[in-house]
């Protein structure tokens, strides 16, 4: 089955792997699972749950047991099509590759791919495991990544092959979705001094974040992720314009630092619901975890830039005549969960633009993607140590 990663992501785009389908991972699993076993490779799936599938595939090291070893990792899974028609029809021109999926991240997949059986063929031997995963549920839950977490095999190196225009992401910020839900006291609008308005009190306390702490965020910066940040999502209250609302409901994103703790993201929201309390007792406010503990956190993470996974990135880029560029991934990826939770060391870096994923443009530069096979092979070579015969 011997194939360019163009190719194989055409393959992969026109299977639909995406959000709340039926057996929503299961074909595209067996498609990496029969790539890799036509073309000699040790692979194996796991399932998770019922129809949700991790693929496995590796390329044992002659001295693994002294030697680095290298995941080279993604997800399977994609959001729905949305509005993007025939977003599951893998279209192509002279430069991209289009349909929902190529950019994030079946193209990544396709390189990883294909780096794994071009070291194979080529009779490279390394000392330290390459081992590949394909993980399920990345858009939605991160139950693939927890079930390599807890089962194994940890790589003393990880790469997450999300989008970065093969730019070296050192880390990405942490991740928090929180609902403050705000109590208030219904009755007729013309009644409206023996109520409480809930809207109105969610207006006291977004007034706060916004004149108050925003500003304290901004001066919480780190060198390479940036700014601590808070966005407000939703927005939701009340029943009918002739009734005073007795609950609103606001919804915000919280991307915070290595210095930010997740409690501490908790306890400077209760603060300023406590201090407007102080200031009106009618104001009641309760604040949760949107993800109620049913996620792993999402801490943030930053590797060093003196990491060997980071120099093999970078001479390997090097290699392809690409000048190397470190960054921070602007989003949140599965390698958070990963530099969390296990000993790896992880970057993200995979070929195409984050700025299209979910959208209706969604594409992926083919140049772009014979370069990452080359990128993942080379540091492949360095990481897990050609045997030199």
């Given at each position: 089955m011997k194939?360019?990663?163009?190719?194989?992501?055409?393959?992969?785009?026109?299977?639909?792997?995406?959000?709340?389908?039926?057996?929503?991972?299961?074909e595209i699993s067996k498609y990496i699972l029969d790539f890799f076993?036509?073309?000699?490779i040790t692979s194996y799936r796991t399932e998770i749950v019922p129809g949700r599938y991790n693929t496995f595939a590796i390329l044992k090291g002659e001295d693994s047991e002294n030697n680095p070893s290298l995941l080279l990792t993604g997800h399977m899974d994609t959001v729905p099509a949305y509005d993007f028609k025939e977003a599951f029809t893998a279209r192509e021109d002279a430069d991209y590759l289009y349909g929902r999926g190529s950019c994030d991240m079946k193209g990544a997949l396709a390189a990883m791919m294909c780096a794994m059986v071009n070291i194979k063929e080529s009779g490279t031997k390394l000392k330290g495991d390459l081992i590949f995963c394909g993980v399920a549920d990345e858009e939605e839950a991160g139950i693939g990544t927890e079930s390599l977490i807890k089962t194994g095999p940890e790589a003393t190196y990880a790469v997450i092959g999300e989008p970065t225009k093969l730019e070296i992401a050192?880390?990405?910020?942490?991740l928090e979705w929180i609902e403050i839900s705000f109590k208030g006291k219904k009755v007729h609008g013309g009644a409206q001094k023996d109520g409480v308005n809930a809207i109105?009190?969610?207006g006291r306390f977004l007034h706060k974040l916004e004149t108050e702490y925003l500003p304290k965020l901004e001066k919480r910066t780190h060198p390479v992720l940036g700014t601590a940040t808070l966005n407000i999502g939703t927005?939701?209250?009340?029943?009918?314009p002739s009734t005073v609302a007795d609950k609103c409901s606001i919804r915000l994103d919280r991307r915070c630092l290595t210095d930010e703790t997740i409690a501490q993201v908790y306890e400077e929201l209760q603060a300023i619901c406590d201090e407007l309390h102080e200031e009106d007792p009618k104001f009641e406010a309760e604040i949760r975890d949107v993800f109620n503990g049913e996620t792993m956190p999402h801490i943030p993470f930053c590797t060093d830039e003196n990491s060997p996974?980071?120099?093999a990135a970078e001479n390997a880029l090097g290699r392809e005549g690409m000048t190397p560029v470190l960054t921070c991934f602007p989003a949140w990826s599965d390698a958070g969960f990963m530099n969390a939770l296990t000993k790896s060391e992880c970057i993200v870096l995979g070929p195409g633009d984050l700025s299209v994923a979910h959208s209706i443009h969604e594409k992926i530069s083919k140049r772009?993607?014979?370069?990452?096979?080359?990128?993942?092979?080379?540091?492949?070579?360095?990481?897990?140590?050609?045997?030199?015969t």
């Open positions: 194939k360019d990663a163009v190719q194989l992501t055409k393959e992969m785009v026109e299977i639909k792997s995406y959000s709340f389908m039926e057996n929503q991972e299961e076993t036509e073309n000699g050192l880390g990405h910020k942490g109105m009190m969610a927005i939701t209250g009340g029943d009918q996974l980071v120099k772009q993607l014979l370069s990452a096979v080359s990128v993942y092979g080379e540091m492949a070579r360095e990481i897990c140590k050609t045997v030199w």
